[in-house]
């Protein structure tokens, strides 16, 4: 079964850290991109970051630039995406997502997706 179990979510105050995991089950991450994206109550699923299958190909959202670090271990066939300096804002329902090959922007594109995970972010 194609499977992907994102873990490492919770409650932080702001300006903290939480690394999310994104571990993949029934197929390899070598031929897929993994996208992280978040969902917030009432707006839109939006890509925070994504890294190809290569890992040469990396992207993360405006807002999280300089904060966020998305890595790949191929050996554990597993995605994280550090979270650094949290704020308020970030506070979501984070998901992976794996699409064949190279990142895209677009939510429908992805062929696999998690559960999610929930990050708040309050003092």
């Known amino acids: 079964q194609l499977q992907l179990v994102e873990s490492g979510g919770g409650l932080v105050q702001p300006g903290g850290s939480l690394r999310l995991s994104c571990a993949a089950s029934?197929?390899?991450?070598?031929?897929?991109?993994i996208g992280w994206f978040r969902q917030a109550p009432g707006k839109e699923r939006e890509r925070v970051s994504c890294?190809?299958?290569?890992?040469?190909?990396?992207h993360y959202a405006d807002s999280v630039k300089g904060r966020f670090t998305i890595s790949k271990d191929n050996a554990r066939n597993t995605v994280f995406l550090q979270m650094n300096s949290l704020k308020p804002e970030d506070t979501a329902v984070y998901y992976c997502?794996?699409?064949?090959?190279?990142?895209?922007?677009?939510?429908?594109?992805?062929?696999?997706w998690g559960q999610g995970t929930q990050v708040t972010v309050s003092s």
């Open positions: 890294i190809s299958r290569s890992a040469l190909n990396i």
């Open positions: 029934g197929f390899t991450l070598d031929y897929y991109a």
């Open positions: 997502a794996a699409k064949y090959s190279t990142c895209s922007a677009y939510v429908h594109e992805y062929q696999y």
